[in-house]
């Protein structure tokens, strides 16, 4: 059954101005919603929020800041975290502050403020390391092997447990790894963003392990889609996995972007990181069945992101 496409009126985006954040609050104004963003711009760009946004500054911490940016709203999609595996190795209990107590705060406030939808941005990271690049279903083990994971995973049972008590529609979504123009550059998160940089930049990427660990490297436009078939349906909530279901390997996307940008080059390996998953690959029977979604992008491609960062590096230009 699907909700009247006006059924809701306006949505609040908390990390709007951030990489995922800001593709879904676009996606939701042209969808003719109202669209309020709360993000402390740690990491977020205030001009990757558009002006026909309402925009608030603050913290997912901060109860006022989060009132102020529920006000009227009626949906929530709560996108706002610190992303980062490897910080979440070392600063676990800065990790856990923003992306559990912080999401605990979302939803306190939220269970009082007349929301009646409430999406949350959970991870494949809540899952056991996988030998095989097997597609997990959403009913495989959940045993994180890094801090962040932890965090995901029990704000993911207060997200079920509190919105079902509040009378909420509350969904969990386990992004897979998201690729995209605009992702936030940071050196450990998003390894097509990270490369495509170093490369234009004259570098070399360095490559952690032996890079056979296996990804679902899934475009954030399908990201955005999930959600908004999450908007339109009605379910009755529940737990969701969105990736393409296919694997690709680190050494495949180094690869490939070394043939477009720096043929020759060779990648540096370096040794593992802590907390990384070897396999990491979605089973998307649920999502499709649920929902009818699909991804648009079932393999990698990822040319809209080169032709975004060309456009950025004015060196690349020429
Ligand atoms: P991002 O870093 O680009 O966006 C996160 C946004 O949250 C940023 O704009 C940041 O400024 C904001 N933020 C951080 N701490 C905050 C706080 N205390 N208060 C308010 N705002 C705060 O990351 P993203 O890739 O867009 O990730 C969005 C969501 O998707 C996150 O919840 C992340 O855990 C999840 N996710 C992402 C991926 C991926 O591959 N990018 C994979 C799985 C899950």
Redesign the pocket.
């Known amino acids: 059954m699907t909700h009247a496409v006006d059924d809701f009126r306006r949505a609040l985006v908390?990390?709007g101005?951030?990489?995922?954040?800001h593709h879904l609050v676009r996606a939701l104004l042209d969808a003719g919603l109202e669209v309020a963003v709360?993000?402390?711009?740690?990491?977020?760009k205030r001009e990757n929020v558009p002006s026909a946004a309402r925009f608030v500054q603050?913290?997912?911490?901060d109860p006022q800041a989060v009132d102020a940016a529920l006000s009227g709203v009626d949906c929530v999609f709560h996108?706002?975290?610190?992303?980062s595996i490897r910080a979440s190795v070392q600063e676990f209990a800065r990790d856990a502050d923003?992306?559990l107590m912080?999401t605990l705060n979302v939803l306190q406030r939220m269970a009082k403020a007349g929301v009646r939808k409430a999406v949350f941005?959970?991870?494949?990271?809540v899952y056991a390391d996988s030998p095989t690049p097997t597609p997990l279903l959403e009913t495989a083990s959940t045993k994180p092997v890094s801090p962040y994971g932890i965090a995901?995973l029990a704000a993911e049972s207060y997200w079920l447990t509190i919105c079902r008590a509040a009378g909420i529609e509350g969904t969990v979504l386990r992004?897979?790894?998201?690729y995209g123009p605009g992702?936030?550059p940071t050196p450990y998160?998003?390894v097509i963003t990270i490369f495509i940089n170093k490369l234009l930049a004259g570098e070399v990427p360095t490559i952690f392990g032996d890079g056979e660990q296996r990804r679902d490297f899934i475009h954030v436009n399908d990201i955005v889609a999930a959600n908004i078939a999450v908007l339109r349906d009605v379910t009755p909530g529940g737990i969701f996995n969105v990736g393409t279901g296919n694997a690709t390997s680190v050494n495949a996307i180094a690869r490939s972007l070394i043939e477009i940008l720096a043929p020759g080059i060779q990648p540096r390996y370096a040794p593992e990181q802590e907390g990384e998953m070897r396999n990491a690959i979605a089973g998307i029977d649920a999502m499709r069945r649920a929902l009818g979604w699909k991804p648009s992008r079932p393999t990698v491609n990822f040319d809209d992101v080169v032709a975004y960062w060309k456009a950025q590096t004015p060196t690349a230009r020429s």
């Open positions: 908390t990390g101005a951030g990489f995922i954040g709360l993000d402390d711009l740690s990491m977020g603050g913290d997912v911490r996108e706002a975290a610190i992303v923003v992306n912080g941005a959970s991870s494949m990271a995901k992004y897979f790894n998201t992702q936030t998160v998003g």
